[in-house]
């Protein structure tokens, strides 16, 4: 993982090159109190004030200094440092005029890296920025450590990351917070866990599917519940996808991703909540013992399922592990999950689909996604859709034969398993960048992490 802790330290006058943030409007009037050779070398490079453009300035003698395009520079958004971070070189930098706020996490971000797979990786140094906000320093570090372990995660192939391998990274950041593991496979997920383990049923036993919890907390603090969508790989099963959807589908453990990463800030930052993680970890592949369209299972609640696709195989695992959520009597269910192509269809791949049973829950989450500029969209829970799964041999089906309203009818499922006294929010999300944006490459994203930190925070913090 990238080393963030050392890339944004406190300003004590240390020696470092400047940072100007302007936009469009203010370029002009920065400009005209400037000398020749500066106008000059911005006119050279073609520097507009647009955000993500970097041009360098010339001193008097040997010094320099950088101009960074802004989308408002009387208040830097996320990202407004991201491209200055990626495209400088290693040194020390200082802004002028302005304090970074949240741009701190785009500077950071900016330098995410990727590189476990390259032979020869980048020999850029560090870009470290000095602040005047010393209370910014650690949440800004945070946020992009989750962020980062949600990416490295996600961009990890399947042939390195099976449900094992995710159970090391729970363990990993349990025994780094203090918190209990318990792992159920075997015979007794069968028993207890049932859809878990018909969906991760066709694996190979060194890939045999499991349900991944840790607990921490005091017990007399508010209970929390933090689910994650674990299939680490998606052939689609018996339904098996074809090659362009198979391609990334190393990224379908992208839930489990988000909430590993949140569960490890709430644990960082010591929030007083009792906190129950669940990943049910599972490979959804193809084999002799593959559970089979038509096939009838019974949930870990009791309902029966008939399984009308094999590729709707998410909503199955976490049926059974919001079953377990709820049993612990939680104050609140978060759960995480690649879950749907309809929710990208109807809102793309930068808005997480979000669907919540308590409307008091989706505006709290709602408002911290537009504090943390981690934006969601919320989709209704429409309760006339339960038709649109209903079985003719089973209490239900987990796929609809329609083609309409995929996502919805999805968190419908999920809904069915999680009483309507607890409150439960449900975010269905891409995990991942097909583009690159400055501070954002192609691969792993976290797309809803930050909304949801906020809205912890907001609930449970100082």
């Not at 958004?77 to 290693?90: I, V, Y």
């Not at 453990?253 to 490890?264: E, R, V």
């Not at 909540?273 to 299972?297: M, Y």
Request: charge should be negative.
């Amino acid at each position: 993982m990238t080393d963030f802790a050392s890339l944004l330290q406190p300003d004590k006058g240390q020696s470092a090159t400047s940072l100007h943030p302007v936009d469009k409007a203010g370029l002009e009037p920065w400009l005209a109190g400037q000398p020749d050779r500066v106008r000059q070398a911005v006119s050279a490079q073609g520097f507009k004030g647009e955000a993500a453009q970097v041009a360098l300035l010339p001193g008097e003698k040997a010094e320099w200094s950088v101009l960074v395009g802004v989308g408002d520079s009387a208040s830097l958004g996320s990202w407004c440092l991201a491209k200055a971070a990626e495209w400088l070189p290693e040194g020390s930098y200082r802004l002028v005029g302005a304090s970074a706020g949240a741009a701190a996490l785009g500077w950071l971000l900016g330098q995410y890296r990727f590189d476990r797979y390259k032979s020869e990786p980048s020999p850029k140094g560090p870009r470290i920025l000095l602040t005047d906000e010393p209370a910014r320093i650690e949440e800004s570090i945070l946020l992009a450590a989750a962020t980062g372990l949600v990416r490295d995660l996600v961009n990890l192939p399947a042939s390195d990351l099976g449900p094992a391998e995710l159970e090391s990274a729970v363990r990993e950041v349990a025994s780094a917070g203090g918190a209990s593991v318990t792992v159920t496979q075997g015979e007794k997920l069968r028993r207890t866990f049932p859809m878990i383990a018909a969906v991760g049923q066709a694996a190979e036993p060194a890939r045999e599917p499991r349900l991944i919890e840790f607990e921490w907390g005091d017990r007399a603090h508010p209970r929390v519940a933090i689910v994650g969508k674990g299939v680490v790989f998606d052939t689609g099963g018996l339904d098996i996808k074809n090659a362009s959807g198979m391609r990334i589908m190393k990224k379908d453990m992208g839930g489990a991703a988000h909430a590993l990463a949140l569960a490890s800030l709430v644990m960082k930052a010591r929030l007083p909540v009792r906190l129950h993680l669940l990943i049910p970890a599972v490979e959804n592949a193809i084999s002799g013992s593959a559970f089979r369209p038509g096939d009838v299972l019974r949930s870990r609640k009791g309902l029966t399922v008939e399984i009308g696709n094999t590729d709707a195989e998410g909503r199955l695992i976490l049926a059974d592990a919001l079953t377990k959520a709820v049993e612990g009597e939680p104050e609140l269910i978060l759960d995480f999950a690649t879950l749907t192509g309809a929710a990208r269809v109807a809102l793309g791949p930068d808005l997480p689909a979000l669907f919540a049973n308590d409307d008091a829950l989706a505006a709290d989450l709602l408002s911290a996604a537009e504090a943390a500029g981690d934006p969601m969209w919320r989709m209704p829970l429409w309760k006339g859709y339960h038709e649109l799964f209903a079985s003719d041999v089973a209490d239900f089906s987990n796929a609809s034969e329609s083609p309409f309203a995929g996502a919805v009818t999805a968190a419908l499922f999920l809904g069915k398993f999680v009483p309507d006294g607890v409150p439960w929010a449900h975010l269905d999300t891409f995990a991942w960048r097909a583009t690159a944006k400055p501070g954002r490459p192609k691969g792993g994203e976290a797309l809803g992490l930050r909304a949801a930190w906020g809205l912890l925070k907001a609930r449970y913090g100082a």
